[in-house]
């Protein structure tokens, strides 16, 4: 279903957010006969939606009330944030009722052409943002939409990018009507059982982005190649492969052909070195000419709370990981200082996570770590079960008093790393908020930042 083909539709939305908001000022500006009739909302919606609760003719219903409110709609258009597992979307569905995402719209509407859909279970956002930064380098003009940049639908208000890269995570995959032009999968890892039902569910809509309508190009790990076999004329290009982009302790190579050395990436992390592997291999895969390396990332900086240096004084770094939501991706970011020594502070939302690798990594390494609820305790207990001496593995009862502990704990030389292992949401509205108190705590115990310290 394309955008345009709502004119004149009676049309039903779910769920609050950015992408709900920014259809529905699209839908009012652009399709004069279309009408939003229902609006459903699980809790308060935030204000960026609040015109709809005051919008005439507007029905504004609980999911208890859904069903009978959606009968008379032509569609509903469901928030990213709302599962489509949910026992209500599927009656709809088995209804009839066509279901769908702004997306999913703009997506049906722009085509799969110069586009470039980046998911995976960690690194989409930064390697989405090297992506559109590299081919902006390169002289073309490039869109950055999805989870990262604006929602998708806003893309209507500009002229049509030679590139767009949409950072799609499986909430918008997993109903997804057509896909990208090159599909990028980052990596696959356990997570957001709570939303697919199961980590095997995730899995597996996490991995339809392939067999979607439009893909014509997948960009995997060598290890996931065979996932493309599955879908007869999809071409498959690997990154972090010997014949393509790859990865060493020192350098970036290009079918073995050194590009640029790792100490010109300006982001931490063999990880990191990894994602701008594999945007690289994206843009090849358009057929676009590379910008010059190193010099096209001069001016890229890490994103917001993924592995982003905040503050450093008497030799001691502080880093904001707070995107980190499982233990893979606080195993990245200790791999990434290893050279040096560190104190994690982790612990979040509890989805079962298993800290039995980390806790190993962290006796082997001799690092502290400090956990903070709710899952802090799991983890120092296992830390302690790994061998970790409890001088090296502290409970606290807030970040607060995570960062006056680190403060004390940590050695010369050495990084104070926030990377939790565990969602926000028993503590924090989002990983966003978890990322700014920590970067104030750390504020407070230094006087110099480290864009204060670049500019000196």
Known sequence: MRFSELEGARVGVWGAGREIASFASQLERRLGTAQIAVAVFDSEPEQDVGLLLHSPGVRVVDASQALEALAGCDVLVRSPGVSIH???????????LAVTTATSLWLAEHGAQGVIGVTGTKGKSTTAALAAHLARAAGYTA????????????????????VTVLELSSFHIADLA???????????????????????????????????????????????????????????????????????????????EPMLARAQLPLEGAHNALNLCAALSALEALGLTLPPLPQALSDFRALAHRLQPVAEQEEILWVDDSISTTP??????????????????AG???????????????TVSGAHVIGVPSTGGRLVAA????????????????????VELARELVLPGGVILLSPAAPSYDNYHNFEERGERFQALAGSMTSLAVDDLRST
């Open 86 to 96: 949910r026992p209500e979307l599927l009656a709809l569905r088995h209804s009839g």
């Open 143 to 162: 869109a950055l939409a999805g989870n990262i940049g604006v929602p998708a639908l806003e893309l209507l208000d500009s002229e049509p990018a030679q």
């Open 178 to 256: 057509s896909g990208p032009q090159v599909a990028v999968i980052t990596n696959l890892f356990s997570e957001h059982a709570d939303w697919h039902g199961s980590a095997e569910v995730y899995r597996a809509e996490k991995l339809r982005i392939l067999g979607l309508e439009g893909v014509r190009t997948a960009v995997l790990r060598p290890a996931e190649l065979p996932l493309a076999r599955e879908h007869p004329g999809l071409r498959a290009i690997a990154f972090g492969a010997q014949d393509g982009w790859q990865v060493d302790e020192r350098e970036i190579a290009l079918r073995g």
């Open 328 to 345: 893979e991706s606080a195993l990245a970011a200790l791999a990434s200082f290893s050279d040096r020594p560190i104190v994690l502070i």
């Open 348 to 362: 979040g939302q509890d989805r079962g996570q298993d800290y039995g690798e980390l806790a190993h990594t962290l």
């Open 383 to 402: 830390a302690r079960d790994a061998g970790l001496a409890d001088t090296h593995a502290i409970e606290a009862q807030d970040l607060a008093e995570a």
